[in-house]
């Protein structure tokens, strides 16, 4: 009897996905909080595939002691945790899962928005910490209808969000790389960086995290936002400079914000964003739901099958 090949899984993958690679693969599965490293990754030198999340960092040192992999499929859309060129070079195909995620996650970020102008992570802390008084109501907050969203980085996710908010009232602008080309959500205006940063009410960060974009909002940026403005963060921590956010959350250069993401995840103890109460903290959700994080499994199990059967992935990043 031939025996088969090894895959490991590190990611959480229900019983019947997992044995769905097991009736063509040996499966090693290890516990997702386990991240190897170069020096570690060398114990699993036979496998051909490897599934997992973007907490794993995927990078040359740790690719030369898989030497026998050919496919690693991300249990993500974004890929921010895989050097892509080394992978390339090696002829790993990297695989995510786009699509499947983006109604989750725009929902969250909708709701982020709102929250982080209405206040009402805070509103709740005020009844819940026994503030709500005759004679001392909660302080005003601000409207979305009349205001102006500002997309940075318009793609499938902001393609979701820049409906809902046109239908609560919302102009809608964005700036790309480009502008989109054919139909265009909610009438978004294409406009240019300085002029989204200066104009807009609520500035939405939707851009892909990469070695091209760590940073892309600094300190220069939140000054140019208005100091009525809201920044959030749906999409990557290492996109923002957190000290400067966290500056601009301070001297009120901005009115607040809303994060599912950070520069640090989990969000460590001592993080100064812990102490201020203009900003939403959210453990990085925008995907997670029962049914959301299922079609990424099933996707992400049918990339690494296809991928490793020579099959065209429907996630595929690297050709
Ligand atoms: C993704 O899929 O990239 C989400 O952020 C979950 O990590």
Redesign the pocket.
């Known amino acids: 009897m031939t025996s088969k090949s090894k895959v490991l899984v590190s990611a959480p993958l229900a019983a019947d996905l997992l044995a769905r690679i097991e009736t063509e693969y040996d499966v090693i599965q290890l516990p997702s909080a386990n991240v190897l490293t170069a020096g570690t990754a060398g114990e699993y030198a036979e496998v051909v595939g490897w599934l997992t999340?973007?907490k794993q960092p995927v990078n040359a040192g740790i690719l030369a002691e898989l030497p026998a992999v050919r496919t690693v499929s991300n249990y993500?859309?974004?890929y921010d945790n895989i050097d892509v060129p080394a992978a390339t070079g090696r002829g790993v195909r990297i695989c995510n899962?786009p699509g499947v995620?983006d109604d989750a996650?725009a929902a969250l970020t909708v709701g982020a928005i709102l929250n982080a102008v209405r206040g009402l992570s805070r509103a709740e802390r005020f009844v819940r910490s026994g503030q709500w008084a005759a004679g001392s109501p909660f302080p005003l907050t601000s409207d979305v209808h009349g205001k102006t969203i500002g997309i940075l980085g318009l793609g499938r996710i902001g393609k979701r969000v820049a409906p809902v908010m046109a239908a609560l009232g919302m102009r809608v602008i964005y700036h790309n790389r480009r502008p989109i080309e054919g139909e265009v959500p909610a009438g978004a205006e294409y406009v240019g960086r300085a002029e989204l940063l200066a104009g807009a009410d609520v500035v939405l960060l939707m851009v892909p995290l990469s070695p091209a974009t760590e940073g892309f909002i600094g300190a220069a940026d939140f000054a140019a936002m208005k100091d009525t403005a809201y920044f959030v963060n749906p999409a990557r921590g290492a996109l923002v400079d957190e000290p400067a956010l966290v500056e601009a959350l301070r001297s009120g250069s901005i009115a607040g914000a809303a994060l599912d993401v950070m520069a640090v995840e989990p969000l460590p103890a001592d993080s100064p964003l812990l102490e201020l109460d203009n900003v939403t903290l959210l453990p990085?959700i925008?995907?997670a739901t029962v049914e959301t994080r299922r079609a990424?499994a099933e996707l992400a199990v049918d990339n690494l099958l296809d991928s490793l059967a020579g099959r065209d992935p429907k996630g595929a990043v690297n050709e």
Do not use: R
């Open positions: 999340t973007v993500a859309v974004g899962t995620l996650v990085h925008g995907s990424m």
